[in-house]
């Protein structure tokens, strides 16, 4: 099976903040002229934290109209089972092929054992259901034990890990039940995830440079190193300015130069800085020479 590469889209605001459900609908469109196997509606990417619940339906309906028939996944993570649930119903309700759920994070000491893998059992009953871990935004650290755990409840099918931690993928990809698919969330983690038989990736990156992050793929799996090597550098430097030093404002404002609706950041993040807006300007003219 080839290395699959979904792109956490972004969700597009107007000049006056609003959604922008009409760009969403035009960047789904264009992106999926392209290699990409499928999308995540409301990921860390779309700010979904900043979204009311009407909100994020509406963006998944949007999203799935426009993504041409490839698959949308629907990240329904909510701090409580309730709206994790029925956010989850509805999504698969609109055609969803699957979902993402991150794990509820602020009562994040009582949270362990019991109570997740409840969490995740309920959200598995609506629909096929990911384990979304992103430790750097929740706050909510998993060990390998606790993944494993989830990993084998019924209903659960697969990880979306954002940890970053080189460790906790290669233990869980050797642990894994069958049939659980572990998606890697950062293109800079993209060589060792091929590395270790990762299954693919959801990465911001996507959202930029789809084509370039799948000839880099392929270079990787077919053993050409020198190739790949040469086509990775520029993806790492321009990932680390869209996701560690600048975020969602520098993935909105990378998006918009290369003519994609964006619009700012929602409040309290703030719009980019213009020394950053150099760098990411910089980082965009090394990929495409």
């Known amino acids: ?93 609109a055609g969803a092929a699957g979902l993402l759920a991150v794990t509820p994070h602020y009562y994040t000491p009582q949270l362990r054992g019991g109570a997740l893998d409840a969490f995740y059992r309920a959200v598995g009953a609506a629909g096929p259901v990911f384990l979304y871990h992103i430790p750097g935004y929740t706050g909510a650290q998993l060990d390998v034990a606790d993944v494993l755990r989830v990993a084998a409840l019924p209903g659960v099918v697969g990880m979306k890990d954002s940890s970053g931690n080189l460790n906790m993928m290669v233990e869980v990809l050797a642990g894994r039940p069958a049939g659980f698919t572990y998606y890697v969330g950062s293109g800079g983690a993209l060589p060792a995830a091929l590395a270790q038989g990762a299954d693919g990736t959801i990465a911001a990156l996507a ?26 550098a520029p993806l790492a430097r321009l990932n680390a300015l869209v996701t560690r030093r600048h975020g969602i404002p520098g993935l909105k404002y990378a998006c918009g130069r290369l003519g994609y609706a964006a619009g700012e950041p929602v409040p309290p993040l703030q719009p980019l800085a213009p020394e950053a807006r150099v760098e990411i300007d910089r980082a965009l003219s090394e990929l495409e020479a």
């Open 1 to 93: 099976m080839a290395f699959r590469i979904l792109a956490p889209l972004i969700t597009p605001r107007d000049d006056r903040g609003r959604l922008d459900l009409e760009g969403l609908q035009r960047n789904v469109a264009r992106l999926a002229a392209t290699s990409l196997d499928g999308f995540l509606a409301l990921g860390s990417s779309g700010e979904y934290i900043y979204l009311r619940e009407e909100e994020r339906l509406r963006v998944v309906r949007a999203t799935i109209e426009a993504s041409q028939g490839k698959p949308v996944l629907a990240q329904v993570g909510a701090e409580t089972t309730e709206d994790s649930c029925r956010l989850a119903t509805a999504a698969m309700a």
């Open 207 to 232: 959202n930029l440079c789809p084509e370039a992050m799948r000839t880099a793929s392929e270079a990787l799996v077919t053993g050409d190193l020198e190739k790949a090597s040469a086509l990775q």
